[in-house]
T-cell receptor, first 113, second 109 residues
Framework: DVKVTQSSRYLVKRTGEKVFLECVQDMDHENMFWYRQDPGLGLRLIYFSYDVKMKEKGDIPEGYSVSREKKERFSLILESASTNQTSMYLC????????????FGQGTRLTVV | KNEVEQSPQNLTAQEGEFITINCSYSVGISALHWLQQHPGGGIVSLFMLSSGKKKHGRLIATINIQEKHSSLHITASHPRDSAVYICAVGETSGSRLTFGEGTQLTVNP
């Protein structure tokens, strides 16, 4: 079975903390993605990576950075967490989104207090 | 205006009913995806379509490329079908997905 695993299901962090969300896939996929999901807004792309050490900004990259040191792992970093970053975060991977399906992790619900 | 629009936003049905969720898009696409998200957050891919129709169990997905429209049908709905159903398109101009806002389906016993 294909698998995308996010390190935490639920996280509570304080304003100003540096937060790391980890995602690991076991399918040798080239592409990995971080989304956030908010009521009424759907899923929005934060960053994606199409290869090791390669990254591209998505639609809402402000306040976030990413790291992809190994093909299977894609990390989302909140440099200084703020309350408006309270959200559901979803990681996904795909061989290529032009022709194959995307596989999603189970999501991390982050609350910043 | 969103590039991907779903309707309805919320849908409540009785067990056994036939359900249709609609998705319209305004961009050129390489494929359209239907996704399911249960409470708790995890997303599962149901279908990927570039033309015609696909069926898996009680689920049927259709797409009309000329009209830029897709439908997801659920026959003989069951309470376990209660979830958020999300339409997403892979655009021909890029390598990412654009998502609709989702349809919250509740099937009552």
């Amino acid at each position: 079975d294909v698998k995308v695993t996010q390190s935490s299901r639920y996280l509570v962090k304080r304003t100003g903390e540096k937060v790391f969300l980890e995602c690991v896939q076991d399918m040798d996929h080239e592409n990995m993605f971080w989304y956030r999901q908010d009521p009424g807004l759907g899923l929005r792309l934060i960053y994606f990576s199409y290869d090791v050490k390669m990254k591209e900004k998505g639609d809402i990259p402000e306040g976030y950075s990413v790291s992809r040191e190994k093909k299977e792992r894609f990390s989302l970093i909140l440099e200084s967490a703020s309350t408006n970053q309270t959200s559901m975060y979803l990681c996904a991977s795909s061989l290529t989104l032009r022709s194959t399906e995307a596989f999603f992790g189970q999501g991390t619900r982050l609350t910043v207090v | 205006k969103n590039e991907v629009e779903q309707s309805p936003q919320n849908l409540t049905a009785q067990e056994g009913e036939f359900i249709t969720i609609n998705c319209s898009y305004s961009v050129g696409i390489s494929a359209l995806h239907w996704l399911q998200q249960h409470p708790g957050g995890g997303i599962v891919s149901l279908f990927m379509l570039s033309s015609g129709k696909k069926k898996h169990g009680r689920l049927i997905a259709t797409i009309n490329i000329q009209e830029k429209h897709s439908s997801l049908h659920i026959t003989a709905s069951h309470p376990r079908d209660s979830a958020v159903y999300i339409c997403a398109v892979g655009e021909t101009s890029g390598s990412r997905l654009t998502f609709g806002e989702g349809t919250q389906l509740t099937v009552n016993p």
